[in-house]
């Protein structure tokens, strides 16, 4: 099970469905990472709840990923103590990447990118998670600065590390998008689309309503119908949350509104 769960998670299986959840911690930890992207954001904080009590890796590889499904749902603040407890218990390169690429991307959503920037550059990037995560990471703090021309070669960077990790290679798109939003609008609709459309087919609904909201950014004359997409995935997402998740998500800034026409 375990192996097969690796496939969804961080493989080319995405959209496996999560029946039954296993006993081994890892594999329950990968599960979790699995709903999470497929935004049942309730089901992955029970697994991780329980998860966030082991003393070790796993236990701090849990506490980042409901700190990343925090972020995911416009939370940075909330995410911030849970990458702070994963910091204290990871032992292991890939742990300490999370947590402290976790950490950097709390300070993003706080404004604060000169310590975004010291916490991405304290984390190992030894493993093809890392490297992805921290390209992530940097086009973010460029973007955040108003650098897109410096975004691109890092969100370029994450996409070329993906390997066969179909989820990041969508997110990767959605990132690099962004970056090319102002210096190559054809390519960014291109790539927005394609990563769109494949975390529709994929029930990646936690990265459709992100994609959709760029898109209504990219294609003017159909943002009105992006928008309403962007709504529909994002009220599917609400109502698979927890319901702290949810509260926080109707309190960010970063999250519409999915009660307006226009999201």
Do not use: N
Not at 107 to 124: F, K, N, S, V
Not at 136 to 161: K, M, T
Not at 188 to 207: G, H, Q, W, Y
Not at 241 to 253: H, K, T, V
């Amino acid at each position: 099970m375990t192996a097969t769960l690796e496939q969804a998670a961080f493989g080319q299986r995405p959209d496996l469905p999560v029946t039954a959840v296993p006993g081994e911690p890892r594999a329950r930890w990968l599960a979790a990472v699995v709903l999470g992207g497929q935004g049942r954001y309730a089901r992955a904080a029970t697994i991780l709840d329980d998860l966030m009590t082991d003393p070790g890796d796993v236990g701090a590889l849990a506490a980042a990923t409901l700190a990343s499904h925090r972020r995911q749902l416009g939370a940075h603040a909330a995410a911030r103590p849970l990458d702070a407890r994963a910091l204290v218990r990871a032992t292991s390169d890939d742990a300490r990447a999370d947590a402290l690429l976790g950490l950097a991307a709390d300070a993003i959503g706080a404004g604060r990118l000169g310590e975004a920037m010291r916490l991405r550059d304290r984390a190992p990037q030894t493993t093809w998670r890392a490297r992805v995560r921290a390209g992530w990471v940097s086009a973010e703090i460029e973007l955040s600065a108003g650098r897109a021309d410096r975004a691109r070669p890092y969100a370029e960077r994450a996409l070329e590390s993906v390997g066969s990790a179909t989820r990041h290679r969508v997110k990767s798109e959605i990132v690099l998008g962004a970056t090319l939003v102002e210096s190559d609008p054809a390519m960014a609709l291109k790539l927005v689309t394609r990563a769109r459309d494949d975390a529709t087919d994929l029930c990646l609904s936690s990265l459709v309503w992100p994609a959709s909201m760029l898109l209504a950014q990219l294609d003017p004359d159909e943002a009105l119908t992006h928008r309403r997409c962007a709504a529909m995935a994002l009220h599917s997402v609400l109502r698979r949350a927890d319901p702290r998740g949810r509260e926080l998500a109707e309190r960010s800034p970063w999250v519409p509104s999915v009660t307006g026409p226009t999201g």
